[in-house]
């Protein structure tokens, strides 16, 4: 691990690292925020936060604001990029595809398939490093903005025994029924929908809660959404998830936030509550 960024911020340290990934087999950058009680030794538990479509690493520790919450509640925050990057990855000239939209699946198709799997850099590779790094429990929960909204829903719902809880601001539930879904599902996984349903937050909560996948736990889901978000009734549609979690019994707190936009202005604007809800799942007891 090579530590390329250090700031001091509300009496903790934001660091920015770089690493080589045997998820994607390149290098990458991964923002982790320790709260004042990291660095006097405590071990914190994780908040891992995904970003969405066009996001490095930088989005969310710049523009989120989100250091002096979890200063306040003793939490490790971990950030990473959202795709493999380099000159010898696959690249699509759209912003939805390619570097920077990894979509946090593993892909399946060439010639994605060669770098393109953020699900087990997310769910396996990341936790371990950072656990072994950093003074870092292995007690975690997972957040995400739109594409990274989908990933966190699609970690948890696939994971529920390694995260204490899952939210989303501005989450894509569907991607299996959307534009911007279907077009990566379709380019990562190949054209089968059926393949998709493994990676699709409305899928798995329906999945779930007929006993597939194995899992008993069902993770309580928390997400605001913007009223004034141009993406949500193309491509975010949160009333899908709202349809099945209400169909399954699946505990989904969904807030309709009026007045709010897509951007890291909306984020900002709640992240404290997101943060604090965590805090709460993430400091009970087993
Ligand atoms: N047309 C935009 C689309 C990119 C965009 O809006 N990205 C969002 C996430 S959208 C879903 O995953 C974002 O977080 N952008 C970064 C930011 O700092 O706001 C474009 O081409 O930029």
């Not at 946090?104 to 010639?111: I, L, R």
Request: include cysteine.
């Amino acid at each position: 691990m090579k530590q390329i960024e250090q700031h001091a911020c509300f009496g903790g340290r934001q660091e920015v690292w770089q690493h080589p990934s045997s998820s994607t087999g390149t290098l990458m950058n991964v923002g982790v925020y320790l709260p004042p009680q990291a660095l006097a030794g405590e071990k914190c538990p994780v908040l891992y936060w995904l970003s969405g479509l066009t996001c490095t690493e930088q989005n969310f520790i710049t523009k989120a604001g989100a250091q002096q919450h979890a200063a306040h509640h003793g939490l490790i925050l971990v950030a990473p990029d959202t795709s493999p990057r380099g000159k010898d990855v696959a690249d699509d000239e759209g912003y939805d595809l390619g570097q920077g939209a990894g979509f946090y699946v593993n892909a399946t198709q060439a010639p994605w398939a060669d770098h393109y799997r953020m699900y087990d850099y997310v769910v396996d590779e990341l936790p371990a490093l950072v656990e072994a790094h950093f003074p870092a429990s292995d007690v975690r929960s997972i957040l995400g903005h739109s594409m990274g909204g989908h990933g966190a829903l699609v970690v948890a719902l696939r994971n529920p025994e390694r995260y204490r809880s899952v939210s989303a601001f501005a989450p894509i539930v569907a991607p299996s029924q959307v534009p911007w879904g279907q077009k990566v599902l379709g380019a990562y996984l190949g054209n089968d929908p059926q393949a998709w349903k493994a990676w699709d937050s409305v899928a798995l909560v329906e999945a779930l809660a007929a006993g597939q996948h194995g899992a008993s736990i069902r993770p309580p889901i928390l997400i605001d959404q913007g009223g004034e978000d141009a993406y949500l009734h193309e491509q975010l549609r949160p009333e899908l998830l709202e349809a099945a979690c209400a169909a399954t019994r699946h505990p989904l707190e969904l807030r309709l936030q009026p007045g709010y936009d897509h951007s890291y202005y909306f984020i900002a604007s709640f992240i404290g509550e997101h943060i604090a809800w965590h805090a709460q799942a993430l400091q009970e007891a087993p």
